[in-house]
T-cell receptor, first 119, second 115 residues
Framework: DTGVSQNPRHKITKRGQNVTFRCDPI?????LYWYRQTLGQGPEFLTY????????KSRLLSDRFSAERPKGSFSTLEIQRTEQGDSAMYLC?????????????????FGSGTQLSVL | AQKITQTQPGMFVQEKEAVTLDCTYD???????LFWYKQPSSGEMIFLIY??????QNATEGRYSLNFQKARKSANLVISASQLGDSAMYFC????????????FGPGTRLSVLP
């Protein structure tokens, strides 16, 4: 079990540039989540995938953000025209649940995150 | 309104002693789950313990136990026999059946274990 892997661990970019992060979930996990965490706060939900389908997006996910999971395995999160307010830790999580809907006891396995700094 | 409240921004505990981290939550959904996660300086969120709203008994996982008081809507984490490696941020989180996949986290408590 290699765990959830995220790359890069750190990204420094200039305002207005595009950035892309990658997440490799635990092998064969069906669900994949993206969260954003700012300093001193808990993680905030951004979006989630069930296999390759993106099923839910938070209103925090503006049109500058796009996420994909093309083959139901790894996922990418792209931020276009970055702003200083995008500076945060971006966390990816996966879970093995295959069913539909909300499962209240669903345990998420998190990666170590990508720390984005927009200058 | 905040759905998860953690009123202790920081806590100190002496090594080998027990410590309680507070969590209160707000929901009108009868079906929900409560979680505690640990986040060390490496950044990874580590699952510690889970309590379901219909569970009759308090959850326990090794040195971790959850003091679940449903009527008071509190789900405090108790860490027994603290170790230096327990120093980290601790987050309480909730998943409600009727509110989609939004896994809501509290603001966290930073625990420092003193030698």
């Amino acid at each position: 079990d290699t765990g959830v892997s995220q790359n890069p661990r750190h990204k420094i970019t200039k305002r207005g540039q595009n950035v892309t992060f990658r997440c490799d979930p635990i092998s064969e996990h069906n669900r994949l989540y993206w969260y954003r965490q700012t300093l001193g706060q808990g993680p905030e939900f951004l979006t989630y995938f069930q296999n390759e389908a993106q099923l839910e997006k938070s209103r925090l996910l503006s049109d500058r953000f796009s996420a994909e999971r093309p083959k139901g395995s790894f996922s990418t999160l792209e931020i276009q025209r970055t702003e200083q307010g995008d500076s945060a830790m971006y966390l990816c999580a996966s879970s093995p649940y295959e069913g539909q809907g909300v499962i209240t006891n669903e345990k998420l396995f998190f990666g170590s995150g990508t720390q984005l700094s927009v200058l | 309104a905040q759905k998860i409240t953690q009123t202790q921004p920081g806590m100190f505990v002496q090594e080998k002693e027990a410590v309680t981290l507070d969590c209160t939550y707000d929901t009108s959904d009868p079906s929900y789950g409560l979680f505690w996660y640990k986040q060390p300086s490496s950044g990874e969120m580590i699952f510690l313990i889970y309590q379901g709203s219909y569970d009759q008994q308090n959850a326990t996982e090794g040195r971790y136990s959850l003091n679940f008081q449903k009527a008071r809507k509190s789900a405090n984490l108790v860490i027994s026999a603290s170790q230096l490696g327990d120093s980290a941020m601790y987050f309480c989180a909730m998943r409600e059946r009727n509110y989609g996949q939004n896994f809501v986290f509290g603001p966290g408590t930073r625990l420092s274990v003193l030698p």
